[in-house]
C-alpha cells in the first residue's frame, strides 16, 4: 500500500508499505481522510524519538474486524491500552503504561491507505457528520477533555490563549458550558475564524493584563506558557494543552504565590465530540485550509509546516 514514512530523518511516500493485518484484537481501516496535527510536525522535530507511518487523526471504513462494524464509517481512539493493568480497567486506556499511541508511539498511523485500530477504539460515525467533520473529532475530543478535568459553571471567565486549531477548538468547546469565553491570539485571520462561533477575541498586541478563573494554554510554544500563567487568578486553574517537544523554562513562583492548580490536559474521548459533530454545536471545517492526495504527502505536509497554516488534510 501506499503510506508516507517517517524515518527519524525525513519523510518519504513508499508505494509498497506492508498493509496492516486484523486478528482478533485489532481492525483495519481503510483510510478516507487524515488530518495532518502539531503534533505530527513535533515528531518531525523528534518528539518521542517515532519511526513509522505518522497520523492520528482519521476517519475511514472498517475493510477487516468484526463482522457488526465491517465497511462501516469510523473513527478511532489513539491510545492503544494492554486491556490488561489497572488503568486499562478503569477504562483509562489513555493511561496505560504500556500503551502504544497510532502514529506516536510503536504503532502505524493514518497517513496511510490502511491503518491497524484495536476494535474497541472505534466509533461509528453518524450518517449526519460528514468527513471533512468527523476526522476533527480527535483533536475536538481534546479539547472535550478539558471538560472531564475541570468543573466549569456558567459565567466563569476563561481566557484560550492561542488561535490555531486546538485554540479555537477549546474556546468553542467550553463556550458549550456557559462559560464567558476570551480567544487570545497573535493572527487577526485565525481570530476573526473564532470570533464567528460567539467567542470574544483579543489580539496579542491590544492585550492589558487581566485575571481569569481558568486559563487555557493552547499556543504550541514554550513562550505562552508564561502569559499564561500571569492571567490566572489567585486560586484559578491553568489548563496546559501544547504538547512542545523542546524543554519549558518557567518561574514557578505564581503557582505557589497565587495557589494555582496548573493541570496538564491531552487526549480524550470521543462520543462527546462526535455528538457535537452530530448536532452542530461546533463548526470545524473553516478550519481546512486545503485537501492533498496521500500522493503529495510530503507537499503537505510541508505546507502545514508553514505559519499560520489551518487544518491540512490527506485524502487517502
Ligand atoms: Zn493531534
Ligand atoms: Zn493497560
Known sequence: ????????????????????????RMAVVKVNLAGICSTDLQIF???????????????????EGPRDILGKRVVGEINFGCGQCEACRRDLNRHCPNRSVMGILNADGAFAEYVAVPAVNLHLVPDKVSDEEAVFTEPLAAAFEILEQVQLDPGDQVLVLGDGKLGNLCAQVLRLTGASVTALGKHEDKLKLIKRTGVRTILLTDWTPR???????ATGSPSGLEL????????????????????HDVFLAPVVINEITVIGSRCGLFP?????????SVSVTPLIEKVYSLNDGVDAV?????????????RA
Open 302 to 314: 510541508r505546507h502545514a509546516t508553514g505559519q499560520g497554516a489551518r487544518k491540512i488534510l490527506l
Open 45 to 63: 522535530k523528534g518528539y518521542m524519538g517515532f519511526r513509522g507511518v505518522p497520523g492520528h487523526e482519521f476517519v475511514g471504513s472498517v475493510s
Open 272 to 280: 462527546p465530540a462526535l455528538e457535537a459533530l452530530e448536532e452542530k
Open 228 to 247: 499564561a500563567l500571569s492571567a490566572v487568578r489567585p486560586r484559578g486553574t491553568l489548563v496546559l494543552k501544547s504538547t512542545i517537544s523542546d524543554n
Open 211 to 217: 485575571l481569569f478563573d481558568v486559563v487555557v494554554e
Open 1 to 24: 500500500m501506499r503510506a508516507l514514512v517517517w524515518d527519524g530523518d525525513k519523510l518519504a511516500l513508499s508505494s509498497s508499505y506492508h498493509v496492516p493485518a486484523a486478528d482478533d
